[in-house]
């Protein structure tokens, strides 16, 4: 057996008190606090949303009448042929206002979507580059909202200026 010294004795022990804190200030303690501080940081999340959703939750009746007012602008008020119906006039209301000459309108088939529609209407529109950005402007505004899901264009005539194109414009409604 080996003889140690007391000096010896001294230092071993405290390299094993040394080696001991360090084990447990870096195993224990603060993996401990870095998990105290991420339930802490979620605590704070949760609490966030909770106030977030108590104050949607106050402001209830003042949410249902602005739902009720866009609502009324995107359910379905009449059959699939009255919509599309309205579609077709909004459509070529924009174009006069644009200046824009249709060629043809050709509507497609409702798309039944579960809790909602989607109406489609096919557009060979003839005309210029500005007059065709303003019926894009007016078909996208209010109270048309509608969607342009296809577009093409195309050179009509040998004059740069005369375009020919066609569109593919939807419009969502809510079932009722």
């Known amino acids: 057996m080996i003889k140690i010294s007391q000096r010896e004795k001294i230092v071993a022990v405290v390299f094993v ?27 704070d999340a949760a609490r966030r949303r909770l106030q977030k959703a108590s104050s949607i939750v106050g402001r209830e009746k003042e949410l249902d009448a602005l739902y009720q007012v866009i609502a009324s602008h995107i359910k379905v008020a009449a059959s699939d042929g009255e919509e599309t119906s309205q579609m077709v006039d909004s459509l070529e209301f924009a174009a006069n206002s644009a200046s824009i000459h249709i060629v ?5 088939a409702s798309q039944d979507k579960g809790f909602y529609k989607i109406y489609s209407v096919e557009v060979v529109w003839e005309g210029q580059w500005g007059p065709f950005a303003k019926f894009i402007y007016l ?38």
């Not at 909202?145 to 969502?172: C, H, N, P, W």
Request: glycine share 6%; charged share 20%; hydrophobic share 45%.
């Open 17 to 43: 008190l040394l080696v001991g804190i360090y084990v447990l200030v870096w195993g224990i303690v603060l993996p401990a606090k870095d998990r105290a501080n991420a339930l802490d940081s979620r605590i």
């Open 104 to 108: 043809n309108i050709q509507p497609r």
């Open 139 to 176: 078909a996208q505004a209010s109270p048309c909202y509608f969607g342009i899901d296809e577009m093409s264009v195309e050179k009509y005539s040998d004059v740069a200026t005369s375009l020919r194109g066609s569109l593919v414009v939807s419009q969502i409604r809510l079932k009722p």
